[in-house]
């Protein structure tokens, strides 16, 4: 595989996904000074909404732990939102920027345990995150995603450990932590994200039924008011912890996460 070696000022990074595992690894390229900018799709279904920078596309702007996403509607503007401080994020479900901008990197953080169109060609370095992605065939190099011993492990040859469905234990709980919709229809939220929130009550109706919480805690994340949703989709996070402070901070898994991306970067450019 080809090297070359700009200066770290100079690197463009695409990342592919507004949401909080997008978020984190935009968040820590940006604060190492890379040159980032992020593509979503029209109506991001984040659930951690206050570390998710996709809310950009609903509020304009979105800070997260002092770093601001801007929307933007076309790729011209990402040099401008650049010079203004601020990470680009377009809707680009496809990720035609890459044709005008000619990443050095491209990240594929959408997360959604299988391949949406990312390919090894895309970028002289293209990175995956977790299932879905072969390495050494999709991209050059993947990140495990898995809780565990091998979080956030670099893989060069093969693919991650495969998607279990359960959510990370959190004092004990798992799935129990997750809100779920109980038929298609408009999502109404009743609670914020930061509310303390009690078993059983109801936080969320869709079409008229009820979305309540298995554990007392507090709402780490929910989806958007107004989103129209499937049954059984994700829709809320209840953190038994209780502390409001997390659901504005970018989780360690993200964190770890971002740290396995920033390092195969710097394996690569740095050989």
Known sequence: MMRSN???KDLLIL????????TGIAHTLWQTHFRVWMTEIPQPLAVRREVSFCEAIYEGE?????????????????????????????????????????????VDAIVAKKNLGTRITHAPLVIGLGPGFTAGRDVHVLIETQRGHD??????????????GIPGEIRGYSEER?????????????????EQVNEGEVVATVGGLPVKPRISGVLRGILR???????????????????????????????????????????????
């Open 6 to 8: 700009p200066q770290r």
């Open 15 to 22: 990342v592919r996904g507004g949401g909080e595992m997008a």
């Open 62 to 106: 979105k800070q997260v732990e002092g770093v601001v996403a801007k929307y933007i509607q076309t790729a011209d503007e990402i040099n401008h939102t650049w010079n203004e401080g601020m990470i680009p994020l377009l809707i680009d479900p496809e990720a035609k920027s890459r044709e005008v901008l000619k990443p050095h990197v491209l």
């Open 151 to 164: 979080l956030a492990r670099l893989i060069f040859e093969g693919e991650a450990e495969p998607d279990t």
């Open 178 to 194: 997750v809100l779920r919709t109980p038929r298609e229809g408009i999502f109404k939220a009743h609670k914020r994200i930061g």
């Open 225 to 271: 008011d107004g989103t129209h949703v499937k049954e059984r989709m994700k829709a809320g996070d209840i953190d038994p912890r209780g502390k409001e402070v997390y659901c504005y901070s970018i989780s360690d898994k993200a964190r770890s996460v971002a740290g396995g991306v920033l390092k195969a970067i710097l394996m690569h450019f740095n050989a």
